[in-house]
């Protein structure tokens, strides 16, 4: 293995893939200090005031003088981040390589033509003081419908604490939400459950939510009924029936919409799971595909690199709008643009937030971006790109942004590990192996192998995606196998 990792030719910062002692000398003739895995030697000396480049992008500011081999983190690099981000659109088409013909996965084929790679029976309550009458509801259900091999794969209740006492915004982002999973394709078919008395009243939550077919949607409120739980259970005998017409059978790659998450980051994700998921969004959308990045945040400081692949100014406009909204969001609340990474992510190697946004990036590799959506709100299938939802960086937050966008999986790269998972499946991606080795409970994929000298990328990419086909045709995720499911809402007051 190599003693370091230099991304770009332009940068004057490397990443050491396994711990360098002090006195260490390199065949470049340098002479290291204490290095620990993940984290960046200087290349060259830098001088105070001069900008300390990865990616081929500035990530900081240096507050020191730092020598050549010197570790190069928090104690001598600042942020560099303006308060608010001004660029000007450049029509600089972002071209995609031929992919050949999309192969296919067995998932579904709903009504409307959508697909899925889930026959699930969900139960969305609209308040949390149903949470755990939904919760027995589905319980019991499982019990008696959910049977190896048989039509329904899976029912479900996802609890939340809101619907009552909210107002304005956060009221509106319960109501997109909840209605984003209930639209959602991976539904076969939906138990919505109501109290009576709530903010998020079920006449407003079912209008947010829209046309809905009677067959596939039931709904009541449980002030209404004698017995709640006896009530959703024939509902979901209904339902049940309903959704085991669906069989499985072979859908195109090209339909498949994948949600790019990282969580827990640590110095090697924007070397390998990032780029890995990267090339992976290359491939879905040179198919056709549909690619969902968010965590807007985790842009700041890497707009220019991002943003000068929007397929066309109205795209621009509506993405550095996004951009800029959120740091006013921050503002407002007293907080700086720049707070993050986390405690986490400084430990792997990660120093400014420009340096986890420039790594956070790569997971959407170099497809053009095609459109931008508000947090709730469903990205459009069939356009070939990427497409931007805003929602935080929080993993809970973000990720069920994804599902609610109509992710049908999510991959989620991670450096530290979580054991997060959200209503769709959550294909964990390492970093790094010593991960992968340690939680193989939580971990689908190692992209740790990246980082052998020896080891073809094109070979890693192809492990990958042939994990995303399984998982879309059936094969569980580890999240999925653990019961490892939930959803988290965006509520206001910082989240970082």
Same mark, same amino acid.
């Not at 690619?291 to 807007?296: G, K, N, Q, R, Y």
């Not at 007293?334 to 997971?363: A, F, M, W, Y």
């Not at 599902?403 to 530290?416: C, D, M, P, Y």
């Given at each position: 293995?190599?003693?370091?990792?230099?991304?770009?030719?332009?940068?004057?910062?490397?990443?050491?893939?396994?711990?360098?002692?002090?006195?260490?000398?390199?065949?470049?003739?340098?002479?290291?200090?204490?290095?620990?895995?993940?984290?960046?030697?200087?290349?060259?000396?830098?001088?105070?005031?001069?900008?300390?480049?990865?990616?081929?992008?500035?990530?900081?500011?240096?507050?020191?003088?730092?020598?050549?081999?010197?570790?190069?983190?928090?104690?001598?690099?600042?942020?560099?981040?303006?308060?608010?981000?001004? +660029?000007?659109?450049?029509?600089?088409?972002?071209?995609?390589?031929?992919?050949?013909?999309? #192969?296919?996965?067995?998932?579904?084929?709903?009504?409307?033509?959508?697909?899925?790679?889930?026959?699930?029976?969900?139960?969305?309550?609209?308040?949390?003081?149903?949470?755990?009458?939904?919760?027995?509801?589905?319980?019991?259900?499982?019990?008696?419908?959910?049977?190896?091999?048989?039509?329904?794969?899976?029912?479900?209740?996802?609890?939340?604490?809101?619907?009552?006492?909210?107002?304005?915004?956060?009221?509106?982002?319960?109501?997109?939400?909840?209605?984003?999973?209930?639209?959602?394709?991976?539904?076969?078919?939906?138990?919505?459950?109501?109290? %009576?008395?709530?903010?998020?009243?079920?006449?407003?939550?079912?209008?947010?939510?829209?046309?809905?077919?009677?067959?596939?949607?039931?709904?009541?409120?449980?002030?209404?009924?004698?017995?709640?739980?006896?009530?959703?259970?024939?509902?979901?005998?209904?339902?049940?029936?309903?959704?085991?017409?669906?069989?499985?059978?072979?859908?195109?790659?090209?339909?498949?919409?994948? %949600?790019?998450?990282?969580?827990?980051?640590?110095?090697?994700?924007?070397?390998?799971?990032?780029?890995?998921?990267?090339?992976?969004?290359?491939?879905?959308?040179?198919?056709?595909?549909?690619?969902?990045?968010?965590?807007?945040?985790?842009?700041?400081?890497?707009?220019?690199?991002?943003?000068?692949?929007?397929?066309?100014?109205?795209?621009?406009?509506?993405?550095?709008?996004?951009?800029?909204?959120?740091?006013?969001?921050?503002?407002?609340?007293?907080?700086?643009?720049?707070?993050?990474?986390?405690?986490?992510?400084?430990?792997?190697?990660?120093?400014?937030?420009?340096?986890?946004?420039?790594?956070?990036?790569?997971?959407?590799?170099?497809?053009?971006?095609?459109?931008?959506?508000?947090?709730?709100?469903?990205?459009?299938?069939?356009?070939?790109?990427?497409?931007?939802?805003?929602?935080?960086?929080?993993?809970?937050?973000?990720?069920?942004?994804?599902?609610?966008? %109509?992710?049908?999986?999510?991959?989620?790269?991670?450096?530290?590990?979580?054991?997060?998972?959200?209503?769709? #499946?959550?294909?964990?991606?390492?970093?790094?192996?010593?991960?992968?080795?340690?939680?193989?409970?939580?971990?689908?994929?190692?992209?740790?192998? +990246?980082?052998?000298?020896?080891?073809?990328?094109?070979?890693?990419?192809?492990?990958?995606?042939?994990?995303?086909?399984?998982?879309?045709?059936?094969?569980?995720?580890?999240?999925?196998?653990?019961?490892?499911?939930?959803?988290?809402?965006?509520?206001?007051?910082?989240? +970082?």
């Amino acid at each position: 293995m190599k003693l370091l990792v230099q991304i770009h030719p332009d940068d004057n910062v490397a990443v050491a893939p396994q711990a360098i002692p002090a006195g260490t000398k390199s065949d470049r003739a340098l002479v290291f200090a204490d290095i620990p895995a993940g984290h960046k030697a200087a290349l060259r000396p830098i001088s105070s005031g001069e900008p300390v480049v990865k990616y081929g992008f500035p990530i900081g500011i240096a507050t020191e003088d730092i020598a050549a081999g010197e570790h190069v983190h928090v104690h001598n690099v600042r942020t560099g981040l303006a308060l608010d981000t001004e +660029l000007k659109y450049d029509d600089h088409r972002s071209e995609m390589a031929a992919a050949g013909t999309a #192969p296919a996965f067995m998932g579904y084929r709903r009504p409307d033509g959508r697909a899925a790679t889930r026959n699930e029976i969900w139960i969305v309550n609209t308040v949390a003081c149903v949470n755990v009458p939904s919760q027995r509801i589905a319980d019991l259900a499982a019990r008696e419908f959910v049977t190896p091999g048989g039509p329904i794969d899976g029912i479900h209740a996802f609890t939340h604490p809101y619907g009552c006492s909210q107002l304005g915004d956060d009221l509106g982002y319960t109501r997109k939400i909840l209605a984003g999973l209930v639209r959602h394709p991976n539904a076969a078919a939906v138990l919505i459950l109501g109290l %009576g008395c709530e903010n998020n009243t079920l006449k407003s939550f079912l209008a947010e939510a829209g046309t809905l077919d009677p067959q596939r949607v039931r709904f009541f409120n449980a002030q209404e009924v004698q017995d709640e739980i006896e009530h959703g259970l024939e509902a979901m005998r209904d339902l049940v029936s309903y959704a085991s017409q669906f069989k499985r059978e072979p859908i195109p790659a090209s339909e498949l919409v994948l %949600g790019m998450k990282c969580g827990g980051s640590d110095g090697f994700s924007g070397i390998t799971a990032n780029p890995l998921v990267g090339r992976i969004a290359d491939r879905l959308c040179a198919w056709g595909g549909t690619a969902i990045l968010t965590e807007v945040p985790e842009m700041f400081g890497a707009e220019a690199p991002l943003f000068s692949r929007c397929d066309r100014q109205e795209t621009f406009d509506e993405a550095l709008g996004m951009v800029n909204r959120f740091k006013d969001y921050f503002r407002r609340h007293g907080e700086e643009v720049h707070e993050n990474p986390s405690p986490g992510n400084k430990d792997g190697g990660i120093t400014t937030l420009e340096e986890k946004s420039l790594g956070c990036i790569q997971k959407g590799g170099r497809a053009p971006v095609k459109q931008v959506v508000g947090y709730g709100e469903a990205a459009e299938q069939g356009l070939g790109g990427l497409c931007l939802v805003e929602a935080p960086g929080n993993d809970g937050v973000s990720s069920t942004a994804l599902a609610a966008a %109509g992710a049908h999986v999510i991959l989620f790269t991670t450096g530290r590990g979580t054991p997060l998972g959200v209503p769709v #499946p959550t294909l964990k991606i390492a970093s790094n192996h010593e991960l992968a080795a340690r939680k193989p409970n939580w971990i689908d994929y190692d992209a740790g192998q +990246l980082l052998d000298p020896d080891v073809d990328p094109a070979t890693v990419t192809d492990g990958l995606m042939s994990l995303i086909l399984e998982t879309a045709s059936g094969k569980e995720a580890r999240n999925e196998r653990n019961g490892f499911r939930e959803i988290t809402i965006w509520k206001q007051g910082v989240t +970082l």
